[in-house]
């Protein structure tokens, strides 16, 4: 269904495999692109995969969005997770194509229910592992 705002519509795979990671933790991450005025799949990370083969599977040159699933244990030794969204724009990309990730991002992020945090980044140096572990705990 495209939302008359950004004219974009979310292929129903999308859903399907963020609740696979979110309920049955089937992947570690998952990166979404926008083709044809759709946001689809554009890779999926199994669970055994690390944040760096997730860093590594977002182009240089082109937006995408992310979730990540990210797995901690906290100061008192508790196992905890919290699922990122990543708004993936970096300064290499077109400006065309900056503006309609923008500007179609929220009405995405709303279609997966239970991201818990947010993180917008232009350069691999914003989305840290450091940065990542430090908006987590």
């Not at 495999?17 to 309920?23: D, H, I, M, Y």
């Not at 926008?34 to 690390?50: A, R, Y």
């Not at 724009?89 to 065309?96: E, F, L, Y």
Request: net charge neutral; hydrophobic share 40%; proline share 3%.
């Amino acid at each position: 269904m495209a939302n008359a705002a950004s004219g974009m519509a979310v292929d129903d795979a999308c859903k399907l495999k963020f609740l696979e990671l979110k309920a049955k933790r089937n992947y570690r991450f998952i990166v979404f692109k926008i083709h044809d005025q759709q946001v689809v799949i554009d890779k999926l990370g199994g669970p055994g995969e690390t944040y760096e083969d997730f860093s590594a599977a977002l182009p240089a040159d082109e937006c995408r969005y992310a979730v990540f699933d990210f797995d901690f244990t906290t100061n008192e030794n508790c196992q905890k997770s919290k699922i990122f969204f990543i708004a993936w724009a970096p300064d290499a990309s077109r400006v065309r194509s900056k503006m309609v990730y923008a500007s179609s991002k929220d009405r995405f992020k709303r279609e997966l229910d239970g991201i818990q945090l947010e993180l917008q980044a232009t350069d691999p140096s914003e989305m840290s592992f450091d940065i990542i572990k430090a908006r987590a705990c």
